[in-house]
């Protein structure tokens, strides 16, 4: 079964800085792009950052100079620097890989479902 294991996050004062690390393990034969999303109260989840297997990234603008992104092919691994942090940056963080996997129910391609999906994690950002 593939899994994604997120780590990290928590309190911080507007200003400061955490970092995020998340784990994809399992029947992957091939990592292909990974991501940050990004899910506060009462709005929908959004994208946050993505990297590709070549390193090349992308930032949704109210993150661009702030956050960086970054991943470890030989760990199938990806984390995010946040800096300068906001309050409008709370929310419940999430990662996303697109993959070539196998499960019990066959092998695939493409971003990861919600149900292969960790639990999240807070990042709360308040004086």
């Known amino acids: 079964q593939v899994q994604l294991v997120e780590s990290g996050g928590g309190l911080v004062q507007p200003g400061g800085s955490l970092s995020l690390a998340c784990s994809a393990s399992?029947?992957?034969?091939?990592?292909?792009?990974m991501g940050w999303f990004r899910q506060a109260p009462g709005r929908q989840r959004e994208l946050v950052a993505v990297?590709?297997?070549?390193?090349?990234?992308n930032y949704t603008d109210f993150v661009k100079g702030r956050f960086t992104i970054s991943r470890d092919n030989t760990q199938n691994t990806v984390n995010l620097q946040m800096n300068s942090l906001k309050p409008e940056d709370t929310a419940v963080y999430y990662c996303?890989?697109?993959?070539?996997?196998?499960?019990?129910?066959?092998?695939?391609?493409?971003?990861?479902?919600?149900?292969?999906w960790g639990q999240g994690i807070q990042v709360a950002v308040s004086s």
């Open positions: 399992g029947r992957i034969f091939s990592t292909n792009a």
């Open positions: 996303n890989a697109d993959l070539d996997y196998c499960s019990g129910y066959g092998c695939y391609s493409g971003w990861l479902p919600r149900a292969y």
């Open positions: 990297i590709s297997s070549g390193g090349i990234t």
